[in-house]
């Protein structure tokens, strides 16, 4: 699975940004993390994660 394909869990994005649960549902809710359901599983899609960083990085630049 190429990286623009690959689907995050939430303990991934956790983990890649060193934040709690409840900020990574935060983001989502607030829809600056697009996020899909599976089932009853949430996903993130990695290419996601990476446009977040990279607009957050130019805000706080």
Excluded: C, N
Aim: cysteine-free; proline content about 3%; charged content about 25%.
């Amino acid at each position: 699975m190429a990286d623009h394909d690959e689907l995050l869990t939430v303990p991934e994005v956790m983990a890649r940004l060193k934040v709690s649960r409840s900020t990574v549902y935060d983001l989502i809710r607030t829809r600056r993390l697009a996020s899909i359901t599976i089932g009853r599983s949430r996903r993130i899609p990695a290419q996601t994660l990476t446009t977040y960083l990279h607009q957050h990085l130019e805000e706080t630049a």
